[in-house]
């Protein structure tokens, strides 16, 4: 069974100076960086999607923006494939399960930007499909949100959703514990 690894979102405007700066934007792309050079190094699938925003009022990830493209330190090869999309779900609107079907796939390493967001998002519709799914939850990053007017932290809305999707929709890991396995 083939595996293939899917980033979702590693671009520009979430870094600093972007539009929409993520705690530990950074660290998590190089740890996704890692990854990347894994399943380069033994030839196997590589997806990359990128979010363009048409959402009207939207303020980040505008087309035709530096923000909106793939950061450098997961920009994709020539021979890669790269996804855009306008919704949080990867597969919504878009060919990636075309895609992953003509691959023959049906692992996937997801990793990516915003871990509430378009990660969860991916990951319970990737899990609806069929496909097999480990999270590199060092390799994801999110921002602080608001709620009932109490701040919930980057790091508290992280860890909620990497334990929301354990166990049932993915295996949730660390690059480290997952580059052994591809």
Do not use: W
Not at 47 to 53: D, L, R, S, W
Not at 129 to 150: I, M, N, P, Q, R
């Amino acid at each position: 069974m083939n595996k293939a690894l899917v980033i979702i979102d590693i671009q520009n405007d979430y870094f600093k100076e972007g539009k929409c700066e993520l705690v530990c934007s950074k660290e998590a792309s190089l740890n996704a960086q890692a990854l990347l050079n894994a399943f380069r190094i033994k030839k196997l699938p590589i997806i990359h999607i990128q979010h363009v925003n048409i959402r009207k009022g939207a303020t980040f990830f505008m087309p035709n923006t530096q923000g909106v493209e793939i950061h450098k330190n997961v920009a994709p090869n020539s021979n890669e494939t790269v996804i855009k999309k306008h919704y949080p779900n990867s597969f919504l609107e878009t060919n990636l399960e075309d895609v992953l079907e003509s691959l023959k796939v049906k692992e996937l390493v997801i990793c990516g930007m915003m871990s509430h967001m378009c990660v969860d998002s991916t990951v319970r519709a990737a899990f609806d499909k069929g496909y097999v799914c480990e999270v590199a939850h060092d390799a994801c990053a999110t921002k602080d949100l608001t709620f009932s007017d109490k701040v919930v932290s980057a790091n508290e809305v992280h860890h909620a959703f990497m334990a929301g999707l354990n166990y049932l929709f993915a295996k949730v890991k660390s690059t480290h514990e997952l580059l052994p396995l591809i």
